[in-house]
């Protein structure tokens, strides 16, 4: 698909990031990790140090001479780097701002400046706001409900820009609750499968907000470095300087998820089947449902979805299985 090429990944220590770079290594491109590690982790990259071809570049998107450095030389980039969280913007809307939309436009600067020839950014699903509609097709959104997804939506708008302006090819992938191996089960911030699934293994129960029956469409990470190929490599004009919903179609509720994670973990240790689940108050800024139409991809990108949500939790859960055990 894309080979012998190089690529920066901004957040490239990021749970993300490292999984796009480990798959661009092997096929055969050479890789520029750009973090300043505020949520990413060198675990994350280490086994990645061995390849030449690998480079790691420490810096932050928030200064502009650092996304000057990071691009020189770069065929393309696949931006990733920004602070995730709802709660998190809630708590602290001015850092968040900051990294996502400063970091962003320096961002756009320096690959314009740099002669980029392809801009691929991890753009949100939290930009259908309060729209009610599903599933959600990429034109119609709502009001955004957080300062976490205003920022995700300014950089689409920034996005078009750009690409409008200054005939930079820009690609936004709108990722959909993304899990998989390498997402972070510590901290505050945690996203909901890598939190439940360490209590599991710990034998603490899980607490869902509210009565569980709120759905997302969780996405496996494998078919989300599928779409960051596909957006790296089309030749497609058509497909170029737009938004793609990055999700694999369905929808599954926070109570079938967690059973689906008591089902599988008790594979390995069966008396995680008797963990109690808990329900607490529903959080500000969620939305009860949460679904994309994956059509445009499919016709634009050629993307065809290779994991269901269940066979990626079954690889999710043996990998943090066989990490975590060893720390309890
Ligand atoms: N995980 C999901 O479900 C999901 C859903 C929608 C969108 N996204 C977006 O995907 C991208 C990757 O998310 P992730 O889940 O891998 O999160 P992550 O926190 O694991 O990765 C983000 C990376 O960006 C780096 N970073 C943060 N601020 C930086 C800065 N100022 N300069 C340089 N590097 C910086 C962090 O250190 C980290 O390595 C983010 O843009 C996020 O908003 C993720």
Not at 186 to 194: L, T
Not at 262 to 286: C, F, M, Q, T
Not at 310 to 327: P, S, T
Request: proline residues 4%; hydrophobic residues 35%.
């Amino acid at each position: 698909m894309i080979e012998n090429k190089k690529i920066l990944v901004t957040g490239g220590a990021g749970f993300i990031g490292s999984n796009l770079c480990e798959t661009l290594l092997e096929l055969n491109n050479t890789v520029v990790c750009f973090d300043n590690f505020s949520t990413g982790k060198v675990e994350n990259i280490q086994h990645l140090f061995s390849n030449k071809n690998f480079k790691l570049m420490v810096g932050d998107i928030r200064r502009l001479e650092d996304c000057r450095k990071a691009v020189d030389g770069v065929d393309c980039t696949l931006h990733e780097a920004a602070l995730g969280s709802v709660p998190r913007s809630i708590k602290d809307p001015l850092t968040t701002n900051e990294v996502n939309i400063s970091g962003f436009l320096n961002m756009l600067v320096a690959a314009r400046d740099a002669k980029v020839k392809r801009f691929v950014y991890a753009a949100s699903s939290s930009t259908y706001g309060d729209s009610v509609s599903l599933p959600k097709v990429e034109d119609t959104i709502g009001k955004p409900l957080s300062p976490y997804a205003i920022t995700k939506y300014v950089n689409e708008l920034y996005a078009d820009i750009f690409s409008r302006t200054y005939d930079l090819d820009c690609i936004g992938l709108r990722y959909f609750n993304v899990f998989g191996k390498r997402q972070d089960p510590n901290g505050a911030y945690a996203a909901v499968i890598p939190l439940f699934v360490k209590q599991l293994i710990n034998h603490e129960s899980p607490v869902i907000n509210g009565d569980g029956e709120y759905s997302r469409d969780f996405t496996y990470i494998k078919n989300v470095v599928q779409m960051n190929l596909l957006a790296l490599s089309t030749e497609n004009k058509e497909a170029l300087n737009t938004v793609y919903n990055t999700a694999y179609g369905e929808r599954t509720t926070l109570n079938q998820l967690v059973n689906y994670l008591k089902e599988y973990l008790s594979n390995y240790d069966p008396a995680i089947a008797n963990v109690e689940i808990i329900h607490g108050p529903h959080r500000i800024g969620d939305i009860p449902h949460s679904l994309a139409s994956i059509e445009k991809a499919q016709k634009l990108l050629n993307y065809q979805p290779q994991y269901s949500m269940k066979q990626g939790l079954k690889e999710a859960v043996e990998w943090y299985y066989e990490e975590l055990r060893n720390k309890i």
